[in-house]
């Protein structure tokens, strides 16, 4: 990642402290992500021991979260920037049943093979980390070292951004005169063909969920549309997302989709 990006991030962690919002402003979109992911992982049914990285866990809030609700694999969690990883230890002391079973590292996605070696993991996550990276060939290249660093039968969690969804998302702003909504500087998102095609190569099995799709139409496109008739600026707080989180999924209105990736 560009020192800039890594600045962006470590200045974040600054400001947001220990509240929930350090990775997205959008706090019921991470917990729609939290409780989707952790949906996936207990359909997968690890038997002890197991073990789980979270790969660009942040300030470690989903991490947490997901580990307190598992009881059985260990967990580590691994950010480049250096203010993440001191919230996320910060958060972890409100956790003492995960003491011993949970660790917060530094560390770079683009070097994971090196810091864990051959098939240690039974599951590795990413939650929009990889969208970070600034070219594709790195985006794929740390791919390739998660399917090696992945026990075989193992699983990869991808929870990623997908120019497919992000282009559906804003025809259908436009179609009631709401501006586009654009990709912002420090990121670059999945081609779904291509994401196929390079990990089709790699795993098993691929499959990809549009697990929040309701949750953009009503959050971006109706919320967004009765703020603008109204003249207001649109607030992640209000209640139209804590709505929108137990909707059920419907189109592909969002950028970021689940790929459930099989070794």
Same mark, same amino acid.
């Given at each position: ?93 409100? @956790?003492?049943?995960?003491? %011993? =079973? /949970? ?6 996605? *683009? ?6 070696? +051959? ?75 291509? @994401?196929?095609?390079?990990? %089709? =190569? /790699? ?6 969920? *549009? ?6 139409? +009503? ?45």
């Amino acid at each position: 990642m560009t020192d800039t990006t890594r600045q962006y991030w470590e200045k974040r962690a600054k400001e947001a402290a220990e509240n929930p919002n350090a990775t997205t402003d959008d706090v019921y979109l991470r917990e729609l992500e939290i409780r989707t992911i952790l949906e996936i992982i207990q359909q997968f049914r690890l038997t002890s021991p197991s073990f789980i990285l979270d790969l660009g866990c942040g300030d470690g809030f989903s991490t947490t979260r997901i580990a307190e609700q598992l009881a059985g694999p260990s967990f580590v969690g691994v950010d480049f920037s250096e203010n993440m990883i001191i919230t996320a230890k910060r958060r972890l002391e409100a @956790f003492p049943s995960l003491k %011993g =079973r /949970l660790e917060f590292r530094i560390g770079e996605a *683009n070097v994971v093979a090196q810091m864990f070696g +051959a098939r240690v993991a039974d599951v590795i996550i990413t939650d929009r980390c990889l969208i970070n990276l600034e070219t594709p060939d790195k985006q794929y290249d740390v791919i390739r070292q998660i399917q090696t660093v992945l026990k075989d039968g193992g699983h990869y969690v991808a929870v990623e951004n997908f120019v497919e969804g992000h282009d559906e998302m804003n025809r259908t702003r436009a179609s009631i005169g709401l501006k586009e909504i654009p990709v912002r500087w420090h990121n670059l998102f999945f081609k779904e063909s291509e @994401f196929l095609k390079q990990t %089709g =190569r /790699l795993f098993k099995t691929v499959q990809i969920v *549009n697990f929040s799709s309701a949750y953009y139409y +009503a959050t971006r496109v109706i919320y967004s549309k009765y703020c603008d008739m109204r003249g207001e600026k649109p607030d992640y707080q209000h209640e139209i997302h804590k709505l929108a989180v137990h909707l059920p999924p419907m189109g592909s209105f969002s950028p970021i989709r689940l790929a459930i990736l099989t070794k």
